[in-house]
C-alpha cells in the first residue's frame, strides 16, 4: 500500500486511469496489482514438507513453472509424481523463440522463428523484479545465471504521434524538465506560505532546499538553462577534452508542451514497485528456467497429453487424455491427488467433477489479451545511432512499446527488439485478428515512426498472440477485485482431491512468481492433508 | 459493477486532458484491418468490429479454432438464436472470454451482434438494438 502515499491528492482510481490512457493497459494492470494488494511476494524461504506421505501418488497436469515446482517439491517429499502436458515440450508460458523454432496458432497460421543465432524473443515472460523471492531462490536453487534486465532507461524514447510533431523524446527530458519545473512551482508557493495543510516553517525551509536539490533548480528556485541544469538533463554539447571541449547548455522544455504531451503518463512505467531496479533476466532466454526445472523432473513428463476429464472419489483422482499425435487415442492415468495447473480458459471446458463454488470459480475468471512482435535487425542501430542500450520505449501507437536488448551491449553484429507488446485495450484484439505477417509488417511501420533506421534495417520478424496460443487460449487471468472477493478463495481450496495451481491462483497473475507461490501455497496444503491421513 | 467499468468511468478526468487529441475515426487500410485510437473500439460496423474484433478467437469465417479447449464456432450456431444471448455474452464476457462490450458503445454491441446474427450461415432476423444492448449492461 505505501505507493499510493505518493500520489496523495489524486485518487488511485483516477491514478490507474491516467496510467491507462497514456501508457497503456499493461502499465496500468501493474499497477493494479502492485497498488491494490499485497505487495509482498510471501516466499517464505524452502517449503517444508515434513512427515511421510507413505506411497501417496500424485498427478500433476501443466508443465509449466506451477506444475514443475510442484513435481519437484513433491518426489523430493517422498510422493510417486507424474505430469501431463499438453504441449510437446515443457514450461508451458516460461518460453523461448529462437532461430529455426516453429510455432503454430489456433487457426492454423505457421511461423517459423528465422532469427540469428543467439537471438531470440520471449513471447511471454520476460522480466524478474529483485523482490520476486520463491523465482530467485528457484534461479539460484537450479543454476539459472541472471543478468540485469534495463527496465528504466533515461536515454530511451517517450512518444505520443500527437505531441512534438511526433519526435519522439528522451525519457531524461520529460522526467527531469518535469521534476524540474513542479518544483520550480511549488518552491513558489511554498515561498508564499501558503501551503496548506500541518507543513510547519521549518518544513517549509527544508523542503524549498529538497525541490531546489531534488528539481535542479537554481539559486532563485527557477528551472532554467544552465550549465548547472545540464547536469541532469544533458547538455547540448557534451564537455569533452582539448580545445573547444567546453559544454553547452540544453533547452529545457516547456512545462504546458510536457503537459499537453502526456508523456508524463509513462513515467509511472519506471516508478512502480513491480518495475524498479533491480529487474532481471536469465542469460540466453526466459526458458532457462523451465529447462532448469524440466532437467530435475522431465523424466516425470507425458506430453502430447490433452486432458479431457478430471474425475475424483473417495479412492483417487482418474485423469482422460488423448494423445494429440494420435487423435482419438484416449489414455487415464490414476492418483491419489491431483495438482491441476491447467489454465481457466481451458479447465473450465473440462468435465471435472467438484463442488459447485470451485467450479463457479473456474468460469468465473477472464485471460487478458496480449500480443508481442519480435524484430531482428542488421545492426543494432538503436545502440550505434541513439545511445539506447536496453530498457524501454512507450509510445500512443499501437505497438505501445518497443524493448531493447537488455544483453551483448556494444557489440558490433544483430540484434533483436521487442516490437510490439500490448496488454488487453482495443489494440491488443486488432493485432491478435491479423495473419501473424501482418502483425509483424505493421509493427515495422509503426516502429519506423520512432525509429526510421527501421526501414533500412529490418529483416525479418515474429509475432505471439496469446488469445491464438492453442496451450492457453489467452495471455493470464485477467481478475477483477469483485471476481476475486466471490471466487478467489474458492479457487485456491482444495475439492476432495483436487487442488489447482498456477498465476490464475495469485495475487501476481501474469508474473512466474505467481505461478510459483501459488504452486508451493497449494502443496504445503495438500501436504498436510495427506499426512494427517 | 466490475473493476474494469470503474476504471473506465474514472477515465473520464483523463479523457478532459486528452480530448484535443483524441481523433475519432480508426486507422483503416485496404486488407480491412484497423487500429482504434484510445481505450475503446473506434470500428463502427458489424463487419468491421467482427473482422478486428471477434475474429482474433473465433476466426475470419467465424468457424472458431481447437487446442488444449476451444473457441466455439459462431457460424450455424443456434444459439445466436435469441439475440440477448450474444449481447449479453459480448458484455460481461462468458468463462474466459474477456467482456470486450465494454469497449463497445451500445450501437457497436449491436452491430456486431447483428453481424454474426446474419452471416456465417446464421440467418436470423429480428435485430438487437442499442437500447437493449443498453438494458443488458
Redo the contacts between chains.
Keep these: 500500500m505505501q505507493p499510493s502515499q505518493y500520489f496523495s491528492g489524486m485518487?488511485r482510481?483516477?491514478l490507474?486511469?491516467?496510467i491507462?490512457?497514456?501508457a497503456g493497459?499493461a502499465a496500468?494492470y501493474q499497477a493494479?496489482t502492485s497498488l491494490g494488494l499485497a505487495v509482498e511476494s510471501g516466499y517464505k524461504g524452502p517449503v517444508k514438507l515434513e512427515g511421510d506421505p507413505k506411497g501417496a501418488s500424485v498427478l500433476i497436469l501443466g508443465a509449466g513453472l506451477a506444475g514443475m515446482t510442484a513435481a519437484l517439491e513433491l518426489r523430493q517429499a517422498g510422493y510417486k509424481v507424474k505430469i501431463l502436458e499438453?504441449n510437446n515440450r515443457s514450461g508451458g508460458r516460461n518460453w523461448t523463440l529462437r532461430g529455426g523454432d516453429t510455432y503454430t496458432e489456433?487457426?492454423g497460421a505457421t511461423q517459423k522463428c528465422d532469427f540469428d543465432e543467439g537471438l531470440y524473443i520471449n513471447p511471454g515472460p520476460w522480466r524478474i523484479p529483485y523482490h520476486h523471492n520463491g523465482l530467485l531462490a528457484y534461479c539460484r536453487r537450479l543454476g539459472v545465471t541472471l543478468e540485469p534486465f534495463q527496465q528504466l532507461n533515461h536515454n530511451a524514447f517517450l512518444h505520443?504521434s500527437?505531441?512534438f510533431g511526433g519526435k519522439p523524446q528522451r525519457v531524461r527530458d520529460i522526467k527531469i524538465d518535469f521534476q524540474g519545473h513542479v518544483s520550480e512551482l511549488l518552491a513558489k508557493v511554498a515561498h508564499t506560505g501558503k501551503l496548506e495543510g500541518g507543513v510547519t516553517k521549518e518544513d517549509q525551509e527544508m523542503l524549498v532546499e529538497a525541490l531546489r536539490s531534488w528539481g535542479a533548480l537554481d539559486k532563485d528556485y527557477a528551472y532554467t538553462k544552465s550549465i548547472a541544469n545540464s547536469e541532469f538533463r544533458g547538455f547540448a554539447k557534451d564537455p569533452g577534452g582539448g580545445l573547444g571541449a567546453a559544454p553547452v547548455p540544453s533547452d529545457p522544455i516547456a512545462l504546458t508542451d510536457i503537459l499537453?504531451s502526456?508523456l508524463w503518463g509513462s513515467l509511472a512505467n519506471f516508478a512502480l514497485y513491480e518495475f524498479q531496479t533491480t529487474m532481471f533476466q536469465p542469460v540466453g532466454g526466459i526458458d532457462m528456467i523451465g529447462k532448469a526445472f524440466t532437467k530435475e523432473v522431465g523424466d516425470l513428463i507425458t506430453y502430447n497429453a490433452?486432458?479431457s476429464k478430471i474425475h475424483q472419489d473417495d479412492k483417487g483422482v482418474t485423469v482422460t487424455y488423448e494423445d494429440v499425435q494420435k487423435p482419438g487415442t484416449m489414455a487415464e492415468e490414476k492418483a491419489d491427488w491431483c495438482i491441476c495447473t491447467?489454465?481457466?480458459?481451458?479447465l473450465?471446458?473440462?468435465e471435472i467433477n467438484v463442488g459447485a463454488p470451485m467450479q463457479a470459480a473456474i468460469?468465473a475468471?477472464?485471460?487478458?489479451?496480449s500480443v508481442k512482435v519480435g524484430l531482428q535487425f542488421k545492426r543494432r542501430f538503436w545502440e550505434q545511432d541513439e545511445l539506447i542500450f536496453g530498457g524501454v520505449s512507450y509510445t500512443d501507437l499501437?505497438i505501445t512499446q518497443i524493448s531493447y536488448p537488455s544483453t551483448s551491449f556494444n557489440t558490433n553484429g544483430k540484434g533483436v527488439l521487442l516490437g510490439a507488446y500490448t496488454w488487453?485495450?482495443?489494440?491488443s484484439?486488432?493485432f491478435?485478428?491479423?495473419a501473424p505477417e501482418?502483425r509483424v509488417k505493421?509493427a515495422v511501420e509503426y516502429g519506423t515512426m520512432i525509429h526510421p533506421q527501421y526501414k533500412d534495417e529490418f529483416e525479418n520478424g515474429i509475432s505471439m498472440?496469446w488469445?491464438?496460443?492453442?496451450?492457453?487460449?489467452?495471455c493470464a487471468g485477467?481478475w477483477?477485485?469483485?471476481?476475486r472477493k466471490e471466487h478467489y478463495d474458492n479457487l485456491c481450496q482444495i475439492d476432495g482431491r483436487i487442488v489447482l495451481a498456477g498465476e490464475h491462483a495469485s495475487y501476481i497473475p501474469a508474473w512466474m512468481e505467481g505461478a510459483i507461490l501459488s504452486s508451493l501455497d497449494a502443496i504445503t496444503r495438500l501436504h498436510q492433508r495427506v499426512v494427517a491421513g | 459493477m466490475t473493476q474494469q467499468s470503474k476504471l473506465l468511468t474514472g477515465q473520464i478526468t483523463a479523457a478532459v486532458i486528452f480530448a484535443t487529441f483524441q481523433a475519432s475515426a480508426a486507422l483503416a487500410d485496404s486488407a480491412g484491418a484497423t487500429f482504434s485510437d484510445g481505450d475503446n473500439f473506434s470500428e463502427k460496423t458489424g463487419q468491421e468490429l467482427y473482422a478486428n474484433v471477434c475474429q482474433a478467437c473465433h476466426m475470419d469465417q467465424g468457424q472458431g479454432a481447437v487446442g488444449a479447449g476451444k473457441y466455439p464456432a459462431l457460424a450455424k450456431n443456434e444459439n445466436l438464436e435469441s439475440g440477448g444471448y450474444p449481447v449479453y455474452v459480448i458484455l460481461h464476457g462468458q468463462k474466459g472470454m474477456p467482456p470486450v462490450g465494454s469497449m463497445m458503445s451500445d450501437d457497436q454491441v449491436a452491430a456486431v451482434v447483428n453481424y454474426v446474427r446474419t452471416n456465417f450461415g446464421n440467418d436470423y432476423k429480428d435485430p438487437v438494438t442499442a437500447e437493449d444492448v443498453a438494458g443488458a449492461r
Design positions: 485518487s482510481r483516477n490507474l486511469s491516467l491507462g490512457l497514456t493497459t496500468m493494479m499438453y489456433l487457426g505520443s500527437k505531441a499537453s502526456g490433452k486432458v491447467i489454465p481457466l480458459t481451458i473450465s471446458q473440462i468460469e475468471v477472464p485471460y487478458a489479451s499501437p488487453n485495450g482495443p489494440h484484439y486488432e491478435t485478428s491479423m501482418e505493421r498472440a488469445h491464438r496460443s492453442p496451450f492457453t487460449l489467452g485477467d477483477t477485485e469483485e471476481a
